[in-house]
């Protein structure tokens, strides 16, 4: 699986693609010397056969690596430099992945734009769409990479690397592998340590991996999944490889989707639900799937309830942003007058964006003791009940996995996004289900958009059903061949 790339040199191939393309702005910053140096040296060492040495990789802007700024995409963290790597990027770099940058996103990974205090990610597909030349921070003609980690999906979508890192809280993967046109897979939660990846709502967080096939999603997966002593929700099982096309191709089980109803909602646009409904034609006319409506009664529930659990848990986790131990300090300070809480105030006002504090209020005011019944404990019970509708339709209907849309429609443009009132999404209904029951879901490319953009669907499986989830793909996504961008080839 080895792309010819790693003969010469993959690193510069990626460099090169990356900084000729600096206007999708996919990176918040580089490591563009050390991993030349790195390649240099692995070439020469060569220490194990792992379908991912010698390649290089991206990772989004929350995974930490050691001495490395890691900035969340936000000027609270700007000058952040990582005291440890993280889990998953150690097991990465143990495997041989060179690691060129680090991507641009949401603000700590709040949002479906990746549009945080570096500016935006735009839609590597928007560049097949004009004949400017000059198109940098032209947001008329730039489309929304969607997100939050868009820098990671839009660097793979437009195959400057073959893999990249991101992590998906509420959709963050899917939502932008949709957008850009690749993989982008989530997996069951507790599978893959959620230690060094900066923390945005603990008991929804997943690290996954973008990659432009899914024997890469399924390397990249093998070589970081299961337990590590340092992060204690991880499942203690040994996990064992998923197995990759060679062996998964033998497979031939008949399948059974389930069709959500309740994911077939009014903002769904048409042309996006005739992708849906052709390919479940296409995969019923190869005899091999059945597909069966299914009812996920919680589902319009689920987004608020996502909301606030999450808002609540991001109230928490940015208590430590006071600009004292790390991070950014304010400078405006008097100091006869100014308190504790004043300067924080300040520090905060002046490093955080208006979606970063919104939900910080939101989560403080739902979690005031008058209002912790309506809305926390109320929540926990939408959870409950969007769990309860999962294992239902999987275990009663017994269906294998589920066939829904990611978004609802084309991105727009960074013009149009700038007008709009987005502090939560709407297409956020698709995504969160999944992490509010900690399931696996792997969004997929489909076919282009009459304007010409990917439209991505997605499967969700059963908690644990992960390698099930992966192998139904693959068998899916060999039944067509999806226009994958390329846009290395025109440097
Ligand atoms: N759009 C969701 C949010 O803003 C998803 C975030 C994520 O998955 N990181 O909360």
Redesign the pocket.
């Known amino acids: 699986m080895l792309s010819n790339k790693t003969t010469s040199s993959a690193v510069r191939s990626a460099i090169n693609a990356l900084q000729h393309y600096k206007v999708l702005n996919t990176l918040t910053n580089d490591c563009f010397d050390k991993a030349l140096e790195t390649e240099q040296q692995i070439s020469i060492e060569k220490k194990n056969n792992s379908p991912l040495y010698g390649r290089p990789i991206l990772i989004k802007d929350n995974f930490c690596l050691r001495d490395t700024l890691t900035t969340c995409a936000s000027k609270m963290l700007a000058n952040f430099r990582a005291p440890y790597t993280s889990t998953i990027v150690q097991r990465l770099i143990d495997h041989g992945c060179i690691i060129v940058g680090k991507t641009n996103m949401?603000e700590f990974?709040?949002?479906?734009a990746s549009w945080g205090a570096f500016g935006p990610v735009a839609n590597p597909w928007s560049l097949t769409k004009t004949t400017m030349t000059n198109v940098e921070n032209n947001k008329t003609v730039l489309h929304v990479a969607g997100?939050?980690?868009g820098g990671s999906a839009a660097a793979v979508a437009a195959n400057f690397v073959s893999i990249a890192l991101g992590?998906?809280?509420?959709?963050?993967?899917r939502?932008p592998a949709a957008r850009c046109g690749c993989y982008g897979f989530k997996p069951s939660y507790g599978l893959l340590s959620r230690l060094g990846m900066v923390a945005?709502?603990n008991s929804?967080?997943s690290p996954g991996f973008f990659a432009r096939n899914i024997d890469d999603l399924i390397f990249a997966t093998n070589a970081v999944a299961g337990p590590d002593d340092e992060d204690a929700t991880l499942l203690s099982k040994p996990f064992e490889n998923f197995k990759t096309s060679n062996e998964l191709s033998k497979e031939k089980k008949k399948i059974i989707i389930g069709l959500p109803d309740d994911y077939d909602v009014n903002t769904l646009s048409s042309e996006y639900r005739l992708c849906w409904q052709d390919l479940v034609h296409r995969l019923t006319e190869t005899g091999e799937y059945t597909f069966k409506r299914v009812q996920l009664p919680y589902t319009p529930y689920s987004n608020a309830a996502?909301?606030i659990l999450?808002s609540c848990e991001i109230a928490s986790n940015m208590a430590r942003y006071d600009g004292i131990k790390y991070g950014y300090h304010t400078k405006n300070i008097d100091k006869n007058k100014d308190t504790y809480e004043d300067i924080l105030k300040k520090t905060r006002d002046e490093s955080l964006g208006e979606?970063v504090r919104g939900r910080i209020l939101a989560g403080n005011y739902y979690l005031l003791e008058e209002n912790y019944d309506k809305y926390f404990v109320q929540s926990q019970r939408v959870r409950r009940g969007v769990m309860n509708d999962y294992k239902k339709v999987f275990e009663e209907d017994k269906i294998d996995c589920l066939l829904a849309p990611v978004v609802s429609n084309d991105p727009i443009t960074l013009a149009e996004y700038e007008q709009a009132d987005d502090i939560?999404?709407e297409d956020?209904i698709f995504?969160?289900g999944a992490?509010l029951a900690g399931l696996p879901a792997l969004s997929f490319p489909v076919r282009l958009s009459s304007k010409g953009f990917p439209i991505g669907l997605q499967l969700i499986g059963p908690f644990l059903k992960d390698q099930e989830l992966l192998s139904t793909a693959y068998r899916i996504c060999s039944t067509y061949q999806f226009p994958f961008l390329d846009l290395t080839k025109q440097i």
């Open positions: 949401d990974a709040m949002g479906v997100g939050s980690s992590s998906d809280t509420g959709g963050s993967i939502n945005l709502v929804f967080d996502y909301t999450s979606r939560f999404s956020d995504t969160v992490n």
